[in-house]
């Protein structure tokens, strides 16, 4: 499996002052395309689908499953949400018909958030192994951990 393009966007967040703020960060088509997506997903995915006929394109980013873990881990997310976004009682990101958008929960001063989007595509083309079906490779792509993505960045400056 491999893909044409691939784009990831990393967001590393700290809060520095007391006040309250609300942050929403989302990647969306253009205004005036006139393709829709569909949403998909998987384990530790939320994602959004576009085709055309002729690309294939996915948008995604990690579910609040893979958040609680990293937040039972204190990894980028405080300890205190996993319990809310593993019981699905926090939406963080949601995915529309034209993109993923990210809500920045409440934080208190020193706590840190990350979350990523990844963008992969590819000529659209039937799955070798299932016939009548579209090919999973720009899905799989967008499928990566914080983790993944850190160590194949670390892997570029190398």
């Known amino acids: 499996m491999s893909v044409e393009t691939m784009t990831a966007w990393q967001f590393y967040i700290t809060k520095r002052k007391s006040s309250q703020e609300q942050l929403t960060i989302s990647l969306q088509l253009r205004s005036g395309t006139n393709v829709d997506g569909h949403v998909t997903t998987g384990q530790n995915l939320i ?9 294939q394109i996915h948008l995604g980013t990690e579910d609040e499953d893979a958040m609680a873990e990293r937040a039972r881990e204190n990894d980028w997310l ?28 409440q934080l208190e001063v020193g706590e840190q958030f990350y979350f990523h989007y990844i963008l992969a595509e590819n000529p659209f083309r039937e799955s070798a192994d299932y016939p009548g ?4 490779s720009t899905w799989v792509a967008v499928t990566q951990s914080k983790n993944r993505l850190e160590r194949a960045w670390q892997q570029q400056l190398q």
């Not at 994602?47 to 690309?55: C, D, L, M, Q, T």
């Not at 079906?133 to 999973?136: F, G, K, L, R």
């Open 47 to 55: 994602a959004v689908e576009f085709e055309n006929g002729s690309r």
């Open 133 to 136: 079906e579209s090919d999973i």
């Open 78 to 105: 405080p300890r205190r949400l996993a319990s809310v976004l593993g019981s699905y009682s926090l939406e963080v990101t949601s995915a529309t018909a034209t993109g993923l958008e990210t809500t920045i929960p």
